[in-house]
Structure formats: C-alpha cells, structure tokens
T-cell receptor, first 116, second 111 residues
Framework: GAVVSQHPSRVICKSGTSVKIECRSLDFQATTMFWYRQFPKQSLMLMATSNEGSKATYEQGVEKDKFLINHASLTLSTLTVTSAHPEDSSFYIC????????????FGDGTRLSIL | GENVEQHPSTLSVQEGDSAVIKCTYSDSASNYFPWYKQELGKGPQLIIDIRSNVGEKKDQRIAVTLNKTAKHFSLHITETQPEDSAVYFCAASISGNQFYFGTGTSLTVIP
C-alpha cells in the first residue's frame, strides 16, 4: 500500500502561536507532496506543492511567509503556520505521490487546527 | 487551466440502490482521473481511478466510466450500503503533477 501519516491530528492553541504539521510517506519515497486546506463542506483547496530539496510552489493568494513549507527528505514535508490567528483555523491535509507519471495522490488523515 | 465540475452536490439513495456521480472537465490534455472517498474528519482515500486510454474500469461494486470526447467521467456504486455514506470527490490530472478536484458529492445511503 501507500500510507501517508500526518501529525498531529488536532491542534488547539492561542492566537500568535506557530504550529508545525508533519506529513510522512511511510512506505514509499514521495517525489512530490501537496498541502491542502479544506473548509467545512467544501472541496480541497491546494495551498502549495513541494518537491524534495527545492522551494515549494505556492498557489496564488497563499502567503509564503505565513505558511512555511519544508520538504527536507523524500519521506517528510512540514507545514508551519506562523503566528496563527483565528482565521487560520481550518482542516489541513497533505498528500504525496510516488512519481511524476499519473500516480494517484495518497492523502494523510488531516490536521484540525483551531486557533483561539 | 483545468476546470472540474461535479454533480450532484448531495445524493440520497436507499440501501441496495445504485448511486451515480458525474464530473466534467475542460482540458482535453487531462489524462488521469481518480475518485476519492472522504469520511468525516479524515483525509480522502482513493477508491478507484481511470486513465485516458481506458473507457471503463470496475472494482467489485464500484465502477468508473470515461468519455473523452464529451470530457466527462462518472462513478457508479451498485448495491449501496450505509458504510458507503461519505463525501466523494472526482479529480482530473495532467501528467500527474497537478490535480484539479471537483466540489464533492455528499452521499447518504438510507438503511
């Protein structure tokens, strides 16, 4: 199989805190990882695409300095929400693909972020 | 860029009946079409996919059909069960590096 582990599953913290979310591919090497944000009863909104060893590509409207993405290895990508505010509260989901040619995305179970 | 539309947004069926969800896409270069099932509070899980060189694919109670000419693809679930209740997303991909998702269909199977 292709297992993607995302941690933590839920975070509740005060406004101004920075929060790091980890995404790991457990049984394969991920050439590319994606980070999504999902609002209640809505579709997945792509935030950024990250490739191992290079800078992430952010979608239009996503603040690079706000959402820091690091793809340090072929099995780990992290998303850091810096100085989080209540409007950053959301469900964040990562996914990973093995290779560039029509491979399915394998999703983590998401992180529910609540900023008080 | 690619635009994926998905219908219906909500669907209720009686247990044992079939459910059909339809998606259309705009870019003829799209060549890979996965379907995902998302349960409450979890990430999407791949349930079936189809590539552009195939017209139909089946896996037990789930099937997907693709009409490249009309640029639409559909998910068919037969003999629905309560555990099929979830949100389903279609997606279209060009070369596997960028995926465009539909807006989702909330399926409820009534026991």
């Amino acid at each position: 199989g292709a297992v993607v582990s995302q941690h933590p599953s839920r975070v509740i913290c005060k406004s101004g805190t920075s929060v790091k979310i980890e995404c790991r591919s457990l049984d394969f090497q991920a050439t590319t990882m994606f980070w999504y944000r999902q609002f209640p009863k809505q579709s997945l909104m792509l935030m950024a695409t990250s490739n191992e060893g290079s800078k992430a590509t952010y979608e239009q409207g996503v603040e690079k300095d706000k959402f820091l993405i690091n793809h340090a290895s072929l099995t780990l990508s992290t998303l850091t929400v810096t100085s989080a505010h209540p409007e950053d509260s959301s469900f964040y989901i990562c996914s990973a693909i093995r290779g560039p040619d029509d491979q399915p995305q394998h999703f983590g179970d998401g992180t529910r972020l609540s900023i008080l | 860029g690619e635009n994926v539309e998905q219908h219906p947004s909500t669907l209720s069926v009686q247990e044992g009946d079939s459910a059909v969800i339809k998606c259309t896409y705009s870019d003829s270069a799209s060549n890979y079409f996965p379907w995902y099932k998302q349960e409450l509070g979890k990430g999407p899980q791949l349930i079936i996919d189809i590539r552009s060189n195939v017209g139909e694919k089946k896996d037990q109670r789930i099937a997907v059909t693709l009409n490249k000419t009309a640029k639409h693809f559909s998910l068919h679930i037969t003999e629905t069960q309560p555990e099929d209740s979830a949100v389903y997303f279609c997606a279209a991909s060009i070369s596997g590096n960028q995926f465009y998702f539909g807006t989702g269909t909330s399926l409820t199977v009534i026991p």
